[in-house]
């Protein structure tokens, strides 16, 4: 039966792209459409499709990409590549099929396929949560992004629109025979052919459940790589800021020694992440890593500690021209760098006034969190004065009592 069905169309496609013959005329794939025949089709397809997954996903390269990395590659896994190259085979066959109601249940079993891969997948995902930062695990979140952003596309392509709206549209308890469901299917095609107020797209509930797959995987990336760069960071947080002598010149100072061993575990789990990563999911991966580091450094850091002006000037070089440039590098060129450890620049600017500088600024942020409109307006202006953009006034006046005078 399968090599009938290829042949059918086959021919069907030819005669009609080469002989020009007329879509209003009998079609031979017609045969294919009996019920039973249809039923067989649909089963040889599930089929089909669970033997070669089943091959693809047991192959030795099935979690490496057969692609080389270049910059704009998506550092697709080669089971993802080839299952949604099965999935697009089984729609360039029922594509052929005129009825629009038959066209729907074959609809049904691509959803059915990918909802089966997402299990599989998540259930791989969950045995490798304890080492999220490998490249298993980054091949698993770059096929769930790849399926996700490849059905976002289908979804908005005509053919899978007008499936969808039918779908949408479909009463299932008019009918109780196929001829029935043809003649209610048929009847819709005369029904706002613009597709005006469709929303959504046939893929809708597949692509969500993929890009929640995606998110949860990022944020346990996330969490992993916080827990792993605190374990080296001992040192760090007991560097005595506050008894750090003042650098005549600022070009002379170096990374705090105490930060090597943090700074190299940062340096080697980015390393790592970007290497595997797609570079579609770069800027949002790395973006909130750097969120996570900034509120990392704000908190264990910045917060349980005092600094004299000398540890001022050492925290604001260690953050600006070591831990800034180095997850800057892992994000493209149309990424603002601006936007990275933002609370944590602003923190180390602000801890590095004059005393008379601070009290004035300690005194407005006092009045401004009690309500003073002119105070605030004050505080604000001298904020930005110092391009202080990021922090809150209770958070700018928590800082400023960290500073120390001898």
Request: glycine fraction near 2%.
């Amino acid at each position: 039966l399968s090599h009938l069905i290829d042949e059918l169309l086959l021919f069907d496609k030819e005669i009609r792209s080469i002989h020009s013959y007329s879509p209003l005329y009998p079609a031979c794939i017609m045969v294919l459409l009996d019920e039973r025949i249809l039923c067989r089709w649909l089963n040889l397809e599930k089929q089909f499709a669970a033997e070669k997954l089943k091959r693809i996903t047991e192959s030795s390269t099935a979690w490496q990409s057969q692609h080389v990395l270049h910059e704009d590659d998506s550092c697709v896994p080669e089971c993802a590549e080839k299952f949604m190259q099965l999935i697009t085979g089984i729609t360039e066959r029922y594509k052929q099929i005129p009825v629009l109601f038959l066209r729907l249940q074959f609809l049904e079993l691509q959803t059915d396929l990918l909802l089966e891969f997402h299990q599989d997948l998540t259930q791989a995902v969950d045995g490798m949560s304890a080492t999220p930062i490998s490249k298993r695990y980054m091949a698993y979140l770059n096929a769930a992004n790849y399926i996700s952003s490849l059905l976002k596309v289908w979804g908005e392509e005509t053919f899978f629109l007008e499936l969808h709206y039918y779908a949408q549209h479909l009463n299932t308890d008019r009918f109780n025979n196929q001829e029935q469901a043809f003649e209610q299917v048929e009847a819709l095609r005369k029904i706002d052919p613009e597709f005006a107020k469709l929303e959504g797209t046939a893929f809708n509930s597949v692509t969500t459940v993929f890009e929640s797959l995606c998110e949860r995987m990022i944020d346990v990336l996330i969490v992993n790589f916080i827990n792993s760069v605190q374990s080296m960071c001992n040192g760090y947080k007991r560097e005595k800021w506050h008894s750090i002598s003042t650098v005549s010149d600022p070009a002379l100072l170096e990374l705090s020694s105490t930060a090597l061993n943090f700074i190299v575990k940062i340096q080697e789990l980015l390393h790592t992440l970007k290497s595997t990563i797609s570079p579609l999911l770069h800027d949002q991966l790395f973006d909130s890593l750097g969120n996570e580091l900034d509120n990392f450094l704000l908190n264990q850091i910045i917060y349980p500690n005092h600094f004299s002006i000398g540890g001022a000037d050492q925290l604001h070089h260690d953050i600006t021209k070591v831990f800034k440039p180095l997850v800057n590098d892992c994000l493209r060129d149309t990424y603002p760098s601006s936007n990275l450890l933002r609370k944590s620049c602003d923190a180390s600017l602000l801890l590095q006034m004059q005393q008379a500088s601070i009290d004035l600024l300690q005194g407005l942020l006092q009045l401004a969190i009690k309500g003073d409109e002119t105070a605030y307006q004050e505080a604000m202006s001298v904020l930005r004065d110092m391009k202080v953009t990021n922090l809150t006034l209770e958070e700018a006046l928590k800082i400023t009592s960290l500073r120390i005078y001898h």
